[in-house]
């Protein structure tokens, strides 16, 4: 990776960490954690749009990125209920 790639993702996390602060919030998966971690959607850490951000906590990022299957079974019922919300 080169120094300016570096550069890019660092400016793109920190511009996530202004954008989504965690503090009190709780994770946006089980509604239960203190959410601890940001997690992108489209796997692109650049892409901070509101769509692709989710604020979890490390269980359910975990589980995001393991391919869980809890994860999976009841994932489309919560971005439904979350994008009626919205």
Do not use: T
């Amino acid at each position: 990776m080169s120094q300016e790639e570096k550069r890019r993702r660092l400016l793109a996390r920190k511009r996530c960490q202004q954008r989504y602060p965690l503090r009190g919030q709780l994770c946006q998966d089980c509604f239960y954690a203190p959410a601890r971690e940001r997690h992108h959607e489209d796997g692109n850490p650049s892409n901070n749009a509101a769509a692709n951000v989710r604020l979890v906590c490390v269980d359910c990022h975990g589980r995001v990125h393991s391919g869980d299957r809890w994860y999976a079974d009841r994932a489309p019922d919560r971005w439904a209920a979350r994008e009626c919300a919205a």
